[in-house]
């Protein structure tokens, strides 16, 4: 069956460190995978999308890796900051139509 | 521009009650989504709209649940009747590309949503 994991397990680093999320996929042939922001209360926020040709984007302290072979994905935010405090949501298509399937979410908690 | 808008914020109801929820695009958005958020878990999606026509609804449960974009704008969601199990957050979310252009492929944009409470 199709699945996408993330840790459910918040991540807990200190202020100005790189925070590291991983999204895992199985019995997907995703051509795009997107990250988003969920802070509590609200819809999620677009971060980034990242096509299967490509490796890796940057947009500012965001970059995002995308490995097919081993069908993950990493989200690193570069000197973190409190304010980065959030859930963050991995998001795929399906093998079929154009439905979007999200993780679950990891928790990141940066302390100042 | 003006995000996409939904109500109401929050409900509380009964099991075996109905409800509604209400969700408004950003103008101009072609492609219209109902996703539902169980505490802890990530959005799972309803429902998809492109225009007033339905392009994926195969995780509605159809026996309780509909939603309709009469207009191909506003869309209404509702749950008849409710179940416990029913208790999540109901996000609305749009992006402009239409599905021969992939519209998975494109950002959504999402509402704040409605939290569901089911006593």
């Known amino acids: 069956s199709q699945k996408i994991e993330q840790n459910s397990e918040a991540l807990n680093i200190q202020e100005g460190k790189t925070a590291t999320l991983t999204c895992n996929y199985t019995n997907y042939s995703p051509a795009y995978l997107q990250w988003y922001r969920q802070d509590p209360g609200r819809g999620p926020v677009f971060l980034l999308l990242?096509?299967?040709?490509?490796k890796e984007k940057r947009k500012e302290r965001l970059k995002v890796t995308f490995d097919t072979t081993l069908k993950q994905s990493l989200f690193h935010i570069t000197a973190s900051q409190p304010a980065d405090s959030a859930t963050y949501l991995c998001?795929?298509?399906?093998?079929?139509?154009?439905?979007?399937?999200f993780g679950g979410g990891t928790r990141l908690m940066v302390k100042p | 521009e003006a995000g996409v808008a939904q109500s109401p914020r929050y409900k509380i109801i009964e099991k075996r009650q109905s409800v509604a929820f209400w969700c408004n695009p950003i103008?101009?958005?072609?492609?219209l989504y109902w996703y539902q958020q169980i505490l802890g878990q990530g959005p799972k999606l309803l429902i998809q709209f492109q225009n007033n026509g339905v392009v994926d609804d195969s995780q509605l449960p159809k026996d309780r649940f509909s939603a309709e974009r009469l207009k191909g704008v506003d869309s209404t969601l509702k749950i008849q009747p409710a179940k416990l199990e029913d208790s999540a957050v109901y996000l609305c979310a749009s992006n402009s590309r239409g599905t021969s252009g992939g519209a998975g492929y494109n950002e959504q944009f999402f509402g704040p949503g409605t939290r569901l409470t089911v006593l």
């Open positions: 103008s101009g958005h072609a492609t």
């Open positions: 990242i096509r299967e040709n490509e």
């Open positions: 998001a795929l298509r399906g093998n079929a139509g154009n439905m979007l399937t």
